[in-house]
């Protein structure tokens, strides 16, 4: 029977202390969050890990005894997958910015004697800046290494079943322990990290799939109180919005106790961990809002994990780029869908991405 290998994709994380300003300048040398020519990039990279670094490793990753837990749970993911899907399946993780990444990986999945690969991103919505970045570095290290196995690619899943009802279990545990607490008036925040609007204008379509993912959700609930947020802005651009901070700011003033979910992630870091759990919780508190929760993120969830299982199954020989179901989910205007975009070869995962999309993810994981 064929070995089949299924490669998680991830953002990656620092594992110590000593590895957050390395992993920082991995962050912006990457062309999507830096557009500058190579020399610039690499001075621009170095003095912004420079500085960032120390503040990270003090107060984000500080609250996390100097290193990123990200790995270790999408590690526990991947056994979860594994075990899901039983023999004759092997799942690795990949990391873009930080070990293991994608020459190691490749190196493990040919040294194992995969005959088929299923890639798997463990981001939900499809963006430039996450996926398809990290496909174009995927590919690059299969050419290098010499390696070549029929491939294909599950670009995006939004609304799998699996996911929007994990989710909604995730949420509602929290929404029973803020009535518990006596809290009547309940306000759901969707909070996804968020993007540059140029970014979105260029076609991307994220912030589309980030509010139906929302939508699928609260239905699920049956919930009319909820709002979308982005979290994580930096620098001088122009980002898409709401921000956390002015959903919090709006539900403090309308006297909301608040559930924050972050539906863009599928496992604990530190944006979830620190950003959300700590850091929005204390300006929650200082704007006077009773009921703060944080609802915790799919992780392992059977459910979750039995939704990613029968994707790979589904997906599995057909040598291409699809979203969940094969068609693509995006409306028309979204040039930059994977699957319609001219920069995507149709017939080979392998012929990769031609070009890169600018910015992105600024926080690290």
Not at 254 to 278: M, R, S
Request: glycine share 8%.
């Amino acid at each position: 029977m064929k070995k089949k290998a299924v490669v998680l994709f991830n953002l990656g994380g620092p594992d110590s202390k000593a590895a957050i300003r390395p992993f920082l300048m991995n962050f912006f040398m990457d062309p999507n969050i830096i557009r500058l020519p190579i020399p610039l990039r690499c001075i621009v990279a170095w003095l912004i890990a420079r500085k960032r670094s120390k503040r990270e490793a003090n107060d984000s990753y500080g609250e996390l005894g100097g290193r990123s837990p990200l790995l270790e749970n999408s590690q526990a993911q991947a056994r979860a997958l594994e075990a899901a899907l039983g023999e004759n399946y092997k799942v690795f993780v990949c990391m873009r910015y930080w070990h293991p990444m994608s020459a190691q990986v490749v190196r493990e999945v040919r040294d194992w004697g995969a005959d088929e690969i299923v890639l798997l991103p463990l981001y939900p919505q499809f963006s430039t800046t996450t996926t398809w970045s990290s496909l174009g570095v995927w590919n690059k290290a299969m050419a290098e290494a010499g390696f070549a196995r029929p491939t294909s690619m599950i670009c995006c899943y939004p609304f799998n079943a699996g996911f929007v009802q994990a989710s909604a279990e995730n949420i509602a545990q929290q929404v029973h322990a803020a009535q518990a607490q006596g809290h009547r008036d309940i306000r759901v925040l969707f909070s996804a990290h968020g993007l540059p609007q140029s970014v979105i204008k260029d076609g991307d379509p994220y912030q589309w799939q980030c509010e139906e993912t929302a939508k699928r959700i609260a239905d699920k609930l049956q919930i009319s109180d909820w709002s979308i947020c982005y979290q994580s802005r930096v620098g001088p651009q122009k980002w898409i919005g709401p921000s956390t901070e002015e959903e919090i700011e709006r539900a403090a003033s309308e006297g909301k106790a608040v559930i924050i979910y972050p539906h863009a992630f599928t496992q604990e870091h530190v944006e979830t961990l620190v950003e959300l759990d700590i850091e929005y919780r204390h300006k929650a508190e200082a704007l006077g809002i009773k009921g703060y929760y944080v609802a915790r993120t799919v992780g392992t969830h059977p459910v979750f994990i039995d939704g990613l299982k029968h994707m790979v199954l589904a997906h599995q020989g057909r040598g291409d780029i699809a979203a969940e179901g094969g068609a693509s989910l995006c409306p028309t205007d979204f040039r930059r869908c994977c699957m319609r975009s001219a920069l995507v070869s149709s017939s080979s995962v392998g012929a990769g991405l031609k070009d890169q999309t600018p910015t992105p993810m600024t926080r690290a994981a």
